[in-house]
């Protein structure tokens, strides 16, 4: 019988070696969870029972580690997030992989992580360097703990909403619930856990480099799709419509006739290699979010 939650939530975290990190991560945070929470309620409806007694009610009550594991990756390959790559290997011809990579949902989920990563990398910094800019100072008076406190944890809120946006746009298995933490740990103790762990750390690094991160995703993919778009319909906007390829000091210029038509040929192979890139890319950060967003 195990003698202490710990040594339950050690044996759980060995029954699920090999597995996913995201998964082992909400697996134990669901054990720690469900145990905690059915000790206390066990202890208080039966006071003569010892927290030994309880402690074996509870863990009987949830499962035994080998059970919980094995539930967990049953679920999990119903819950495999819908852009995640396959297992498969892919055994078309190059040049099908290449072409086709314009019907790839990966590579599409990935070109939108890239526009809207913009957005979110700068709301991430801004907060992440206004909130340092705000906690510290007033940590020198008894008001500045609490607001550290929150400012610490809404560090660790946003890391989970980052890695569900990662998990729906590039596929990659993320952390689907927050890290649990005790309730009688009280607000001293959840701040020290919220300190001393390095998770909190790293997520907080992630928001700040997310933001050149997300200037450079968007300004390679916008400058990509706009030239590819511009070559491909070239053709008909300076053909029909009369729009000039270039204009510099009031000088129109337009392509010539022999490489008109070889430009829509141009631009069709850079928005496939765009596509490509975009998927690569997308797979990268999928991996580096993971380094930075999930306890080891």
């Not at 992580?113 to 990398?121: F, Q, V």
Request: include cysteine.
């Amino acid at each position: 019988m195990y003698k202490s939650i710990e040594e339950f939530l050690s044996v759980l975290k060995r029954e699920l070696k090999g597995n996913d990190r995201a998964l082992i991560q909400d697996a134990l945070s669901d054990a720690e969870e469900h145990i905690r929470t059915a000790l206390e309620n066990i202890m208080n409806t039966k006071q003569e029972i010892t927290e030994e007694e309880a402690l074996s009610k509870a863990i009987e009550s949830y499962g035994y580690p080998s059970e919980i594991a094995a539930d967990y990756k049953k679920l999990d390959e119903y819950l495999t997030p819908m852009l995640a790559p396959s297992d498969k290997v892919d055994m078309r011809p190059w040049w099908k992989k290449f072409l086709l990579i314009i019907a790839d949902p990966r590579a599409w989920g990935a070109t939108l992580y890239m526009l809207i990563s913009i957005i979110t990398g700068i709301i991430y910094n801004t907060w992440v360097v206004c909130g340092l800019s705000v906690s510290l100072p007033l940590l020198i008076f008894i008001i500045g703990l609490p607001i550290a406190g929150f400012f610490l944890l809404s560090v660790r809120g946003i890391a989970l909403l980052e890695g569900r946006i990662v998990e729906a746009l590039l596929g990659m298995r993320m952390p689907r619930k927050p890290m649990f933490m005790s309730k009688d740990k009280g607000w001293w103790g959840k701040f020290k856990a919220l300190v001393s762990s390095g998770i909190t750390w790293k997520a907080m690094v992630y928001m700040i480099l997310q933001m050149p991160l997300g200037i450079l995703y968007f300004i390679l993919i916008v400058t990509l799709f706009t030239v590819s778009v511009a070559f491909i319909s070239s053709p008909v906007l300076e053909l029909i419509f009369g729009v000039p390829m270039m204009e510099v000091n009031g000088m129109e210029t337009y392509t010539n006739k022999w490489l008109l038509p070889l430009l829509p040929v141009a631009g069709a192979l850079l928005l496939l290699c765009t596509l490509h890139l975009a998927k690569l890319i997308g797979k990268l950060h999928g991996m580096f979010a993971k380094l930075m967003l999930v306890k080891k």
